[in-house]
């Protein structure tokens, strides 16, 4: 069965950092575009930021350029966000997603994504 696991949400005070990660089970993220997700109470899902399967292009909404960074270590099938500099509108359950993709570029909407993780919270707050 194919799942992917993000973990590494918490509580964090306004100002402080996070780092996300998202591993798979029963398949390799090496050939997968990945993409961070965000969902706040009341709000739609957002995309936050997307990798291509080769790490060579990253996308970041712009709420969060500057502050977060996609990276990717496929010799550990691992995605990660490292979330800095965090605000209270940060503050959402953050899911990864994947999708088999060899493109030169990624997109944050959820349309292509097909495998999802579970979630993860963050919450900012001090």
């Known amino acids: 069965q194919l799942q992917l696991a993000d973990s590494g949400g918490g509580l964090v005070q306004p100002g402080g950092s996070l780092r996300l990660s998202c591993t798979a089970s029963?398949?390799?993220?090496?050939?997968?575009?990945i993409g961070w997700f965000r969902q706040a109470p009341g709000k739609e899902r957002e995309g936050v930021s997307c990798?291509?399967?080769?790490?060579?292009?990253?996308t970041y909404v712009d709420s969060v350029k500057g502050r977060f960074t996609i990276s990717r270590d496929n010799a550990k099938n691992t995605v990660y966000l490292q979330m800095n500099s965090l605000k209270p509108e940060d503050e959402a359950v953050y899911y990864c997603?994947?999708?088999?993709?060899?493109?030169?570029?990624?997109?944050?909407?959820?349309?292509?994504?097909?495998?999802w993780g579970l979630g993860t919270q963050v919450t900012v707050s001090s």
């Open positions: 997603a994947a999708h088999p993709d060899f493109s030169s570029w990624c997109v944050m909407n959820d349309g292509p994504y097909r495998y």
């Open positions: 029963g398949f390799t993220l090496s050939y997968m575009t």
């Open positions: 990798i291509t399967s080769s790490g060579s292009t990253t």
